[in-house]
């Protein structure tokens, strides 16, 4: 059994969409980043960054419950885990795992900092503004030019780069973004093959009716961008 820490957010769905995928058996311990609730002293022992989502495999390495956190380290222990979505070959294994960082490394932070700036910043930074959402869209044309010679990021198979990267361009984030998806056919088709995918719908359904993405109350502003989150702990 897996315990999933989990709340609706591009990252979140991550794990969710990948346990789905893998069909391991998972509970899931929603951890509302609204409200606070990551701040908590015993989700912090299991991810000390307060970030979910986080997991805890009570069938881990020798048999021993093993908690685990950030959501590329997750994808990885999960495919290798069940020997799923994460090929065995070197050529091939890395051409998956680089475009697992790739995501981790350039997805994430830019739409991220796109998002945060376009509909949670406080005020309108216009620098900012501009200078995010352009890398959004830089690296939507990146992932249109090589999807046009393939189905999947990493090549003619879906992987765990896909289960990555996909929750960064579902509709509701894509519409936070300003992104007009139109313009990427190639991912616009790479978005609509994965989105069909049972597994992929059952985790992106998970805790959906509590999901919200951008313009915070100020409560969750201070949780997530304020004196709440920078509290020494």
């Known amino acids: 059994m897996i315990d999933l820490y989990y709340w609706p957010t591009p990252n979140g ?21 609204l409200k606070g609730e990551q701040f908590d002293p015993a989700f912090l022992a299991i991810s000390p960054n307060n970030r979910i989502p986080a997991i805890v495999d009570h069938d881990g390495p020798g048999g021993e419950a093993f908690p685990l956190f950030e959501s590329g380290a997750i994808l990885m222990y999960l495919a290798e885990k069940t020997g799923k979505l994460l090929p065995t070959s070197t050529r091939e294994r890395y051409q998956v795992l680089q475009w ?3 995501q981790v490394g350039n997805i994430g932070p830019m739409f991220g900092q ?12 216009p620098y900012a503004m501009e200078r995010y959402q352009k890398e959004t869209l830089r690296l939507y044309g990146l992932m249109d030019k090589v999807l046009a010679g393939r189905d999947y990021l990493a090549g003619a198979d879906y992987s765990i ?11 509701k ?40 993405i951008g313009d915070p109350t100020d409560e ?14």
Not at 114 to 125: N, Q, T
Not at 173 to 195: G, Q, S, T, Y
């Open 13 to 33: 769905h991550k794990a969710s969409i990948m346990l789905e995928e893998v069909g391991l058996e998972y509970r899931v311990h929603p951890v509302n980043i």
């Open 100 to 102: 697992l960082f790739f």
């Open 114 to 125: 796109c998002g945060h700036f376009l509909g949670y910043a406080p005020e309108r930074v």
């Open 161 to 171: 780069a896909d289960v990555s990267t996909y929750p960064w361009t579902m509709p």
């Open 173 to 212: 984030v894509r519409e936070l973004h300003e992104v007009r998806i139109d313009d990427f056919p190639h991912v616009k088709a790479w978005n609509d093959r994965i989105a069909d995918r049972p597994a992929v719908q059952r985790g992106s359904a998970l805790l959906a009716d509590v999901m919200k």
């Open 220 to 233: 969750a502003r201070e949780v997530l961008f304020g004196g709440r989150q920078f509290k020494q702990r």
